[in-house]
Structure formats: C-alpha cells, structure tokens
Nanobody, 126 residues
Framework: QVQLVESGGGLVQAGGSLRLSCAVS????????MGWFRQNPGKEREFVAA????????FHADSVKGRFTISRDNTKNTVSLQMNSLKPEDTAVYSC???????????????????WGQGTQVTVSS
C-alpha cells in the first residue's frame, strides 16, 4: 500500500501562486509514477502533471505547461506542484496519485492510477 496526503491548498487571487505538497509513505515507491490531477463537481477528472520518481522525468498537461511544475524530494518523500500565474479556471480539488506502471500512458495520465490522496481545494478568485 502507498499512502498519500496532500496539503497546501487554499484561496488565492488570479496571477498568484500556490505550492501543493503530497506526503508519500508505504511500500517502496521509488519505482512509481506520481501524478497530480484536478476535478470540479460534475466534471471529469483532469490530468495535470506526472513525475517518474526514480528518474525525475516529468510531463505537464498543455493547460498548465509553463505555469505549473511538478517535482519530488527524495529526502522528504514528498511530491510537490508549484503553481504560478494561477487563473480562475485552475479552481478545482487537486489530488495526488501513484501508479506502479512505468509507461507513457501513466506519465500522460491516460490510466487509472492505483493510489489516491484525499484531495485539497484550490480556489482562484478573479
């Protein structure tokens, strides 16, 4: 089992920044892909970004490329999402996820990840 706990959500004005963190614990996750997803009520979950924990390789959705950056800290066992130049349309519940399949599909969010955190709300006001 892999346990994921997100933190860092909140309310921010458009153009501002937030940093989300995901504390990772459990079985060896060095061979996992870690991802961030977001979702609003009544809408489909949207892939945001992913990182291969072992290699550090990252992939970001076009909607956030250049504004968001995913990273991981091996010493603290955390995965972070730095969000800059936030827009009202970035408002959502953001969830951290983990998956053991080291594939392009996993890195691009095309698979259903194995493990999920509880999510943290991000609200961007205009």
């Amino acid at each position: 089992q892999v346990q994921l706990v997100e933190s860092g959500g909140g309310l921010v004005q458009a153009g501002g920044s937030l940093r989300l963190s995901c504390a990772v614990s459990g079985r060896t996750f060095s061979n996992y892909v870690m991802g961030w997803f977001r979702q609003n009520p009544g809408k489909e979950r949207e892939f945001v970004a992913a990182i291969n924990w072992n290699t550090g390789t990252t992939f970001h959705a076009d909607s956030v490329k250049g504004r968001f950056t995913i990273s991981r800290d091996n010493t603290k066992n955390t995965v972070s999402l730095q969000m800059n130049s936030l827009k009202p349309e970035d408002t959502a519940v953001y969830s951290c996820a983990a998956d053991s399949r080291l594939s392009v599909s996993t890195m691009t969010g095309l698979v259903e990840y194995d493990y999920w955190g509880q999510g943290t709300q991000v609200t961007v006001s205009s």
